[in-house]
Every structure is written in C-alpha cells, then in structure tokens.
C-alpha cells in the first residue's frame, strides 16, 4: 500500500464506519496517547523498564499501526499529501545533512 492508498483507505474508513473524523485538537491528542503507548512498548522491550502483568500482551505493531492511522487522519484533515510531505522533508534532511553525520564522531 502507497501512502496515498493509506490516505485514501483512512478516508473511506472514516466516512463509512467512523462516521467523520474527529476534530483536529482530540485526533492531536490522540496522536499524543498513541505515540506514548509506543514509548511505553519501546521503555520495556529495548529500555530499562520492566515490564508490568497489564503490559504483557502488548503487540508493538499494533501500535505503531495506530499512530500511522491517526496522523493519516490529522494529514487528511488538513490537506496534506504525506507523499509529497515526505519526499519534500528527504531532500531537506539531504542538503542539509550531507556530511553532518558523516562527520559526527558520536556515530563512529
């Protein structure tokens, strides 16, 4: 699936079974909640946290399926293509970073 395809297929969802999106403030929060439980997965699986009883059936794909599904929406509503974002936000990170971590000891 492309990421016009996702944004396509989170929009039908939407406008069939979720009825209509939420507004752009709850999906942010949302995306917030979302993103905290991938923290949360990532704090106990590759961190120093231990895991608790509750967290033991956590699926981190899941997850990170949740936080994709939620920003798709938040792009939806506001008329951007995350394509076209994407692409755009690559060649920023290639000008600007050309050599910066080629150069940065820290990843030596």
């Given amino acids: 699936m492309t990421i016009k395809e996702a944004q ?3 929009d039908q ?3 069939s079974t979720g009825i209509r999106y939420f507004n752009e403030l709850t999906n942010t929060a949302i ?3 979302e993103v905290g439980e991938v923290a949360r997965i990532m704090a106990r699986k590759y961190g ?3 895991f608790k009883k509750s967290d ?3 699926n981190l794909a899941d997850e990170m399926a949740d936080v994709m599904f939620v920003l ?3 792009a939806n509503q ?3 293509d995350l394509t076209e974002a994407l692409a ?3 060649q920023k990170k290639s000008i600007r970073d050309a050599d910066r971590h080629k150069n940065n000891q820290k990843l030596r």
Wanted: aromatic share 4%.
């Fill in 88 to 90: 755009q936000n690559l």
């Fill in 48 to 50: 120093e946290q231990s």
């Fill in 31 to 33: 995306l917030m909640e």
């Fill in 56 to 58: 033991e059936e956590v």
């Fill in 8 to 10: 396509e297929t989170v």
């Fill in 72 to 74: 798709i929406c938040l």
């Fill in 13 to 15: 969802w939407i406008n």
């Fill in 78 to 80: 506001t008329g951007i």
